[in-house]
């Protein structure tokens, strides 16, 4: 099948999550595309409205391809809608993902600013099930309200496995005791050692740049933060050149980069 036919996938299951993001569970019905690595994306085309590229937040149990999708244009808006049963088209897997194979260090902070945190998903899963090889795991998560927090559950059961979870909101309402403000705040005041620590972050591209900055001053080499980027994918094999970014195609390039990497393009208003 050509990388730019989609495969037919039946939806499953679909989870509102919050009041305009949704996940859907997705079964294969004419044959599944190749095993997701985390941080990859995937093409999901709405029959008849369009096709978004979509970061794959995970695998259920089962197998099904899990896709967190929030509702921002009439694709997604179709896709939101979508009710257990229907079929959507899906290309990929596609990109660069997270290099939570190649990390060799003691300590990962995985970063992550509102709806960022499903790609970041799958990597917190790999980690976790690789627990042994590192000394902590942090995960630092900011929401504009705490409605807006993903996977509510999923973080109860991770700080039960032993991530060192924090929160923290834009806007607080009179049932949170979180601390209130951006994300990049919490850096300063999380445990872990710098000097042997990668860190995994996604979110609006000016909180990862303020991020990027408290990583850095605490003493996290560019060269160990790793960034996913968004951009305007069109055909998600490098074909179109919508998403170019400096000299790469984020969609064959990316969308995960080493800061080193992205940083003077990052710093370009409005690259």
Same mark, same amino acid.
């Given at each position: 099948?050509?990388?730019?036919?989609?495969?037919?996938?039946v939806?499953?299951?679909?989870?509102?999550?919050?009041?305009d993001?949704?996940?859907?569970e997705?079964d294969?019905?004419d044959g599944a595309?190749s095993?997701?690595?985390?941080?990859q994306?995937?093409?999901?085309?709405?029959?008849?409205?369009g096709?978004?590229p979509?970061?794959v937040?995970?695998?259920?149990?089962?197998?099904r391809l899990?896709q967190?999708i929030?509702?921002?244009?009439?694709?997604t808006?179709?896709?939101c809608?979508?009710?257990?049963g229907?079929?959507?088209?899906v290309r990929?897997?596609?990109?660069?993902?997270w290099?939570?194979?190649?990390?060799?260090?003691?300590?990962?902070?995985?970063?992550?600013?509102?709806?960022?945190?499903?790609?970041?998903r799958?990597?917190?899963?790999?980690?976790l099930a690789n627990?042994?090889?590192f000394?902590?795991?942090v995960?630092l998560?900011?929401?504009r309200?705490p409605?807006?927090?993903?996977f %509510?559950?999923?973080?109860e %059961?991770?700080?039960?496995?032993?991530?060192?979870?924090q929160m923290?909101?834009d806007?607080?309402?009179?049932?949170?005791h979180g601390?209130?403000?951006?994300?990049g705040k919490?850096?300063?005041?999380?445990?872990?050692?710098?000097s042997?620590s990668?860190?995994? $972050?996604?979110?609006?591209?000016? $909180?990862? %740049?303020?991020?990027?900055?408290?990583?850095?001053?605490?003493?996290?080499?560019?060269?160990r933060?790793y960034v996913?980027?968004e951009?305007? $994918?069109?055909?998600g094999?490098g074909?179109?050149?919508?998403?170019?970014?400096?000299p790469?195609?984020?969609?064959?390039?990316?969308?995960?980069?080493?800061?080193?990497?992205m940083?003077?393009?990052?710093?370009v208003?409005?690259?």
């Amino acid at each position: 099948m050509s990388v730019m036919t989609p495969n037919t996938y039946v939806v499953a299951s679909r989870r509102q999550e919050t009041a305009d993001t949704c996940t859907l569970e997705l079964d294969p019905q004419d044959g599944a595309i190749s095993r997701p690595a985390p941080g990859q994306f995937t093409m999901l085309y709405a029959w008849g409205v369009g096709e978004v590229p979509i970061s794959v937040s995970g695998l259920a149990p089962n197998g099904r391809l899990v896709q967190t999708i929030r509702d921002v244009g009439a694709v997604t808006h179709k896709l939101c809608a979508l009710d257990s049963g229907t079929t959507v088209g899906v290309r990929g897997p596609l990109g660069r993902g997270w290099p939570v194979d190649e990390l060799s260090v003691a300590d990962v902070v995985v970063v992550a600013g509102g709806l960022g945190l499903a790609p970041l998903r799958p990597a917190v899963s790999a980690l976790l099930a690789n627990r042994a090889q590192f000394r902590r795991l942090v995960l630092l998560y900011g929401a504009r309200t705490p409605e807006d927090l993903l996977f %509510r559950d999923e973080l109860e %059961r991770w700080s039960r496995d032993g991530v060192d979870v924090q929160m923290t909101v834009d806007a607080a309402d009179a049932g949170w005791h979180g601390p209130v403000g951006v994300v990049g705040k919490l850096v300063a005041r999380a445990e872990f050692d710098p000097s042997s620590s990668a860190a995994l $972050m996604c979110g609006p591209e000016v $909180m990862m %740049r303020f991020t990027a900055v408290a990583l850095a001053d605490r003493g996290v080499a560019a060269e160990r933060t790793y960034v996913s980027l968004e951009r305007s $994918m069109k055909c998600g094999v490098g074909q179109c050149g919508h998403c170019q970014l400096g000299p790469t195609l984020v969609c064959l390039d990316g969308p995960v980069y080493s800061w080193a990497e992205m940083s003077r393009w990052l710093s370009v208003r409005e690259l």
